[in-house]
T-cell receptor, first 113, second 113 residues
Framework: SQQGEEDPQALSIQEGENATMNCSYK?????LQWYRQNSGRGLVHLIL?????REKHSGRLRVTLDTSKKSSSLLITASRAADTASYFC?????????????FGEGTQLTVNP | NAGVTQTPKFQVLKTGQSMTLQCAQD?????MSWYRQDPGMGLRLIHY???????DQGEVPNGYNVSRSTTEDFPLRLLSAAPSQTSVYFC????????????FGPGTRLLVL
């Protein structure tokens, strides 16, 4: 079964608006990562947040992590049509070996020009 | 660097046929993994390897074999293809450690008739 569950499954917004995607997970984690996938392509890493961090920024991306609620959110500010993609959260567990990650089912983001 | 490469890009098989999906990386990464991606299911881990000569099962290993004779290569073998194995297969690699990010190949789209 999937560790992470993204919400919403699909999101459609206008260019310039902010997009927020949420991820919930079930077990203790060491870190949580967000990846992006353009249609028909492989996943690309966006940002990593460690379990002892609460917020992290990278350009127009802002990630928060609430380990008490076992949830994370990804905020994309001032969205562009080029941000249209699927976004996945992935968790690195406390118990799993090394670099192993467990992925959620993804949020499909559509940014309309 | 080429990063992570996968061949073929697309393959059609008949039920019962066998084939090998190739994956190679030139980043000297210890950790390599295979995922399958089905619509609405996110990525599910098939097998992974933490170094040459060491492999382990992921979430959905049945019907697949792997080996890791070199650091660079991590082929995935389908022993007797079934329609349920129709999917997109992604190979990924990373350095060793829980906070390593994963680099993905472009994927192999497999159709089993």
């Amino acid at each position: 079964s999937q560790q992470g569950e993204e919400d919403p499954q699909a999101l459609s917004i206008q260019e310039g608006e902010n997009a927020t995607m949420n991820c919930s997970y079930k077990t203790s984690i060491n870190n949580l990562q967000w990846y992006r996938q353009n249609s028909g392509r492989g996943l690309v890493h966006l940002i990593l947040i460690r379990s002892n961090e609460r917020e992290k920024h990278s350009g127009r991306l802002r990630v928060t992590l609430d380990t008490s609620k076992k949830s994370s959110s990804l905020l994309i500010t001032a969205s562009r049509a080029a941000d249209t993609a699927s976004y996945f959260c992935a968790t690195g567990g406390q118990e799993t070996s090394g670099s192993r990650l467990t992925f959620g089912e993804g949020t499909q983001l559509t940014v309309n020009p | 660097n080429a990063g992570v490469t996968q061949t073929p890009k697309f393959q059609v098989l008949k039920t019962g046929q066998s084939m090998t999906l190739q994956c190679a990386q030139d980043m000297n990464h210890e950790y390599m993994s295979w995922y399958r991606q089905d619509p609405g299911m996110g990525l599910r881990l098939i097998h992974y390897s933490v170094g040459a000569g060491i492999t382990d099962q992921g979430e959905v290993p049945n019907g697949y074999n792997v080996s890791r004779s070199t650091t660079e290569d991590f082929p995935l073998r389908l022993l007797s293809a079934a329609p349920s194995q129709t999917s997109v297969y992604f190979c990924a690699s990373s350095g060793w450690g829980r906070t390593q990010t994963q680099y993905f190949g472009p994927g192999t789209r497999l159709l089993v008739l």
